[in-house]
């Protein structure tokens, strides 16, 4: 894992339970919002959800959200900008991947209207509660973007009388350092948090320096009955982009730059707030919800200056009503979504592009507990999206347009408990991915080289799961299989320059999770995923694209992790991490001469605590692989064995030493 982007959070060096610490259940939070926007038990939720508690963050040793989720089988992360925030892929997307997961931060999107990466550098680890993750079905509660599935990082509350502080400082290799704190104040009624990171580092290449800075603030209200929470933060991001390299280049010089002088300047801000309350034996809530993104950066070896501006504005009113009837208990949920995108970008040769986006959606969950151990869930989502967009700087009838959509999702699953803790569900749906403002847009696309908006069809995928899953106090087993067939995916045609809509496409595969404590000082896991991800009709050019595989979609990715405590204080962590060979991007022909290399890579940190001061080290990639996430072939005739890929970090090291203060 890129040691820069590991450091982007280290505010996350955490305690970890002690020697003595009795056997507990690995999934020691049982509270799951991802799947109804309401809070529940784990064992509730009709499909295979897997969380990531607390206590399995601080065992784990991830000292970022990247971290804590490549653990999960499914999830896939790649670096294709040479930026600290990595391109996420679930379930077989490729390039798209960002576009096909949702990410959400306490049930609100974090996903831009761009062909962009999350913000994972912002979310620091130490900030976080918990992660859910719902597989494949969270478009009828959500929205577009969810076909993959939907991560939902639920961040840390104050608790009643808390009164806690954290420093931390870090450092180590490519001149990196890091300092941070958060804490918590509360009294009985009202509580306070507060989150502030800063980092520098030269990073692995060249041209590659970053300085973040990120603070946060929130308030919240601790007695039952009307419950109110407002949080509001900043973060500002300067960061040097160095390009891919050449096959060459990565012989000869892997850690230059390409593009000496590119760049991209972020400044973000957001206001969260949320009401909770029970009214007549339902349950309210509201989330309201603003955030701004600006960015100024030069792209594409200087040739490229843009001056980016984002804006989107959130209401999300909802309520659930729990119910017997028929010797049953059901629950409905219901609710309305309203978001307001607007985007504005200056660009090099006076292109200036404006899009805004509505969204209005109503939607529906009914969930069923038969007397048969047997829940039943069925939801719909009707969605309307109006959009508009065009280059001012253009008087061309091509160059600007609207567009107005009708969308829908729907889902049906079911879980069925058995004894001895094991559970099988089963479900199948509809979701869907609305294209982005950059996938619409092209400023030389037009008939004269000149800017045009041509709008995509939705891209719809009706998906289908089968799983079985097991608990108990020391172990947790989770196997499925997916099935997922497109319609209009959403793609850039490399030969033709533009984003088009595909020709059906598919993607099925199975996973597998397995962590096993045997006791109370040793734990172990392995998850594993194999992934099919095909064209199923189509061509390129004169070449048809049946039965190819989608570029950037490695069939097997798997990941080893041990945890030892050796005393009550020291605890050491060991992860290897297996890709296996890909298709370089630009190969929808599968024609290229060779595969990207699978790679392995071993990770090993250790913590050690001395009263209320914890020090921590790792060490990344411990055998020093030279491997690369992400390549693109050349289409060049002239070039043919050429590609350009961006080069992971060599074997890096990092150090923190972390005190806390208070309860």
Same mark, same amino acid.
Do not use: C
């Given at each position: ?345 200056? +660009? ?5 592009? /404006?899009? *805004?986006?509505?969204?209005? !959606?109503? %939607? #529906?969950?009914? =969930?069923? &507990? $038969? ?10 989502? +009707? ?5 508009? /967009?065009? *280059?001012?700087?253009?008087? !061309?009838? %091509? #160059?600007?347009? =609207?567009? &107005? $959509? ?152 798997a990941v080893a992790w041990i945890g030892r405590n050796w005393s009550q204080v020291t605890r050491v962590t060991g992860e290897v991490r297996y890709v296996g060979e890909q298709f370089f991007d630009n190969d929808q022909t599968n024609s290229f001469v060779e595969k990207m290399p699978a790679y392995t890579v071993i990770d090993l940190r250790m ?57």
């Open positions: 894992m890129n040691k820069l982007f590991q450091a982007a959070m280290t505010g996350a060096v955490l305690s970890f339970p002690s020697h003595a610490q009795e056997l507990t259940d690995l999934v020691t939070e049982k509270v799951v919002v991802t799947a109804t926007r309401f809070e529940q038990t784990s064992a509730e939720v009709p499909i295979g959800v897997t969380i990531i508690s607390r206590q399995q963050i601080e065992e784990s040793g991830a000292d970022t959200v990247v971290e804590a989720l490549s653990r999960v089988a499914g999830i896939g992360f790649r670096d294709n900008t040479g930026s600290p925030d990595w391109q996420v892929d679930f379930r077989g997307f490729g390039v798209t991947g960002d576009q096909n997961t949702l990410v959400l931060v306490d049930g609100l999107r974090i996903n831009d209207n761009e062909v962009s990466s999350v913000r994972w550098s912002s979310i620091p680890l130490a900030s976080v509660q918990r992660i859910e993750i719902l597989r494949g079905g969270g478009a009828v509660l959500y929205g577009s973007g969810a076909t993959g599935g939907v991560i939902n990082i639920i961040t840390r509350k104050p608790m009643a009388e808390q009164h806690t502080a954290m420093v931390e400082t870090g450092g180590g290799s490519y001149r990196t350092a890091s300092a941070g704190g958060s804490g918590f104040v509360a009294g009985e009624q009202v509580g306070v948090r507060a989150n502030a990171q800063y980092l520098t580092s030269d990073n692995y290449r060249d041209n590659n320096a970053l300085r973040q800075r990120i603070a946060e603030f929130g308030a919240f209200t601790l007695q039952p009955g009307v419950q109110l929470g407002l949080s509001v933060g900043a973060e500002a991001q300067d960061l040097g982009l160095p390009g891919a390299r050449t096959r060459q280049q990565l012989e000869t010089d892997r850690r230059g730059a390409t593009n000496p002088d590119d760049f991209s300047d972020r400044d973000s801000a957001f206001v969260r707030g949320h009401a909770r309350a029970e009214v007549g034996g339902a349950e309210l809530a509201v989330d309201v919800a603003e955030r701004r993104k600006e960015v100024t950066a030069l792209l594409d070896g200087g040739f490229t200056a843009l001056d980016t501006r984002a804006d989107v504005r959130t209401f999300a009113p909802r309520t659930r009503l729990a119910y017997p009837a028929l010797g049953s208990y059901h629950s409905l949920v219901a609710g309305f979504d309203w978001e307001q995108w607007d985007y504005t970008s200056a +660009r090099t040769g006076g292109a200036n592009v /404006a899009a *805004d986006q509505q969204i209005r !959606a109503v %939607y #529906a969950q009914h =969930s069923s &507990d $038969l007397p048969t151990a047997t829940r039943l869930t069925i939801g719909a989502r +009707r969605q309307r999206v109006y959009y508009e /967009a065009g *280059d001012t700087s253009s008087a !061309a009838a %091509y #160059a600007s347009g =609207s567009q &107005d $959509l009708d969308v829908a999702a729907y889902e049906f699953a079911v879980r069925q408990t058995l004894a001895a803790g094991w559970a099988v569900h089963g479900r199948f749906g509809r979701s869907f991915r609305i294209a982005t403002v950059d996938e619409i847009y092209s400023q030389f696309g037009g008939p004269v080289f000149d800017p045009e908006v041509a709008f995509l069809e939705p891209q719809t995928s009706h998906d289908s799961e089968v799983g079985i899953e097991w608990l108990a106090p020391s172990a947790r087993l989770r196997a499925a299989f997916f099935h997922l067939n497109l319609e209009n995916e959403i793609q850039f045609n490399p030969v033709t320059f533009e984003n088009v809509n595909l020709d059906p496409t598919r993607r099925y595969g199975t996973e597998l999770d397995l962590v096993w404590k045997p006791s109370a000082l040793f734990q172990l896991g392995l998850s594993y995923v194999y992934t099919v991800a095909q064209f199923e009709e189509g061509s390129q050019g004169a070449i048809s694209l049946e039965g190819k595989t989608v570029p950037l979609v490695p069939r097997h990715r913590s050690h605590r001395i009263g209320r001061l914890r020090l921590s080290g790792s060490i990344e990639n411990v055998a020093n692989v030279k491997y690369y996430t992400y390549g693109i072939r050349s289409l060049n005739p002239l070039t043919p064995a050429n590609f350009n890929a961006y080069p992971a970090p060599e074997r890096s090291f990092f150090v923190t030493a972390e005190y806390r203060f208070g309860d």
